[in-house]
């Protein structure tokens, strides 16, 4: 039994016990909420160790119960919803979350989802070797121990998802890594991510770093990847 605790969230009753049934036979302990204030409310009594989300609910709806959420946890967050544009999930991607699944959906997908996601946030736990987790480049220092950038020796907010892509890439100086493999790697999506979530996420992090020294890059490898370019003298 995981003992892991689930948070559903969603205003079609329907989908929430059939969630639970499924989580539940797979040995996760779950709570229901069917609109976002309700799920906000109960958000810090129970305390998920993730939250499956639905956008579009009464009284709050999914991106602000993201936004407040993301506001004080780093808890990972899957967004379910009917909404499948390309907008709608860069926009959930943007405000933090880790993974977008659109309905009609297969239940087994889900829960492979969730733990794909599960185990990416265990790969970052405390276990790791505390010297392990910091890189320091030229105007650039980061240390997930803290969950902390520093930029030209000022510290930058940005999501736990924008700094661990950052440094995974950097603790990989010059190797070229395809979009598939840093979701893997970073999201532990494995076989499910999309690649979008990639580019929203270079795009936020160069919006923080760049222009801060001429020794290192956060380059585009066309038609392959991303790669951290650390330049020759």
């Not at 902390?148 to 950097?170: D, H, I, N, Q, S």
């Amino acid at each position: 039994m995981t003992n892991k605790r689930i948070m559903i969230v969603d205003d079609d009753k329907n989908i929430c016990e059939l969630l639970r049934l499924y989580l539940e036979k797979e040995g996760y302990d779950t709570h229901l909420a069917h609109d976002g204030e309700a799920a906000f409310n109960a958000f810090e009594d129970y305390s998920p160790d993730l939250v499956l989300l639905d956008i579009m609910m009464p009284k709050q709806d999914g991106w602000e119960t993201c936004r407040k959420i993301r506001a004080t946890s780093e808890v990972p967050i899957i967004m379910l919803t009917a909404k499948g544009d390309t907008f709608d999930k860069v926009l959930g991607l943007e405000l933090g979350a880790d993974d977008y699944i659109v309905k009609p959906f297969e239940t087994k997908e889900v829960v492979a989802r969730i733990k794909a996601v599960l185990r990416r946030t265990n790969r970052t736990g405390k276990e790791a070797d505390a010297d392990d987790k910091r890189i320091a480049y030229e105007n650039l220092e980061l240390d997930l121990n803290k969950y902390e950038l520093k930029v030209c020796g000022k510290t930058v907010e940005a999501p736990p998802k924008e700094m661990e892509l950052l440094f995974f890439l950097a603790s990989h100086p010059d190797r070229v890594f395809t979009r598939d493999q840093l979701l893997d790697e970073v999201w532990g999506f494995e076989y499910f991510g999309d690649s979008r979530t990639i580019d929203v996420h270079v795009k936020r992090l160069r919006e923080k770093i760049e222009g801060a020294s001429d020794a290192w890059e956060l380059a585009t490898v066309w038609s392959v990847g991303y790669k951290f370019e650390v330049k020759q003298n």
